[in-house]
Nanobody
Framework: QVQLVESGGGLVQPGGSLRLSCVASGFTVDYYAVGWFRQAPGKEREGVSCISTSNSSTYYADSVKGRFTISRDNAKNTVYLQMNSLKPEDTAVYYC???????????????????WGQGTQVTVSS
């Protein structure tokens, strides 16, 4: 069964950090670009950061540049999102997705991907 499972969300104060994990099962994530997306209440799902199959390319939304870092460990079939200097506006449900799209910029610009996780809640509040 093909599955993506996110974890690592939670409640954190502004300025704090969280590391999200996305574990793939049922398929080898090596052959797919992977992205992190988020959806806040009343807003559309948006691409946050995407990474290519070989770690050679990454994309970050302007709103998270310099604060978030995406990485992948293909041996563990896992992709991470390290989130630092969190702000209240980062509050959302965070999803990971896997795609055959090769351009990380294109991947993050669309939500039409083959595989999605169930999401993990991130709340930034004092």
């Amino acid at each position: 069964q093909v599955q993506l499972v996110e974890s690592g969300g939670g409640l954190v104060q502004p300025g704090g950090s969280l590391r999200l994990s996305c574990v793939a099962s049922g398929f080898t994530v090596d052959y797919y670009a992977v992205g992190w997306f988020r959806q806040a209440p009343g807003k559309e799902r948006e691409g946050v950061s995407c990474i290519s199959t070989s770690n050679s390319s990454t994309y970050y939304a302007d709103s998270v540049k310099g604060r978030f870092t995406i990485s992948r460990d293909n041996a563990k079939n896992t992709v991470y999102l390290q989130m630092n200097s969190l702000k209240p506006e980062d509050t959302a449900v965070y999803y990971c997705a896997a795609s055959v799209i090769t351009s990380v910029q294109t991947m993050c610009a669309t939500t039409r991907h083959a595989f999605w996780g169930q999401g993990t809640q991130v709340t930034v509040s004092s």
